[in-house]
């Protein structure tokens, strides 16, 4: 939701990619807890009922157009510094650019990793 509509410009993941191009974004039915913790501390949750109007649902596209680890831009310290407010430490930071929310997003079951769905379908 937040990658479509919210500006968020990186998905904080454990694995690297070497992808890059289109994704359509699918939103998951659950947040990990330390994912509702990172949006807590900066006053970005919003209620349950928000969140979870579009789960489980393709909502938009966006471009993946990097990917480094966090060690490449994540400092701590009083002037701490990270590539953008999104990432997270200890995560690799997929880059993402021109989001495109869909006019009307339709369900979908999500599956682990990147996949396919056809182009048809979207």
């Not at 994540?74 to 021109?98: D, F, I, M, S």
């Amino acid at each position: 939701l937040h990658i479509v509509n919210g500006g968020k410009d990186v998905e904080n993941r454990s694995r690297p990619t070497k992808y890059r191009g289109k994704l359509y974004i699918h939103a998951g039915k659950g947040w990990s807890q330390e994912g509702i913790d990172f949006l807590r501390s900066r006053g970005m949750y919003s209620a349950p009922g928000d969140m979870f109007a579009t789960a489980g649902m393709v909502i938009g596209t966006v471009d993946v157009v990097g990917c480094h680890h966090a060690s490449e831009c994540c400092t701590t310290g009083a002037g701490a510094e990270r590539c953008t407010v999104w990432a997270l430490p200890r995560h690799y930071h997929w880059v993402l650019a021109n989001p495109r929310p869909l006019a009307t997003p339709f369900p979908m079951t999500g599956k682990l990793g990147i996949w396919n769905f056809g182009e048809e379908q979207a």
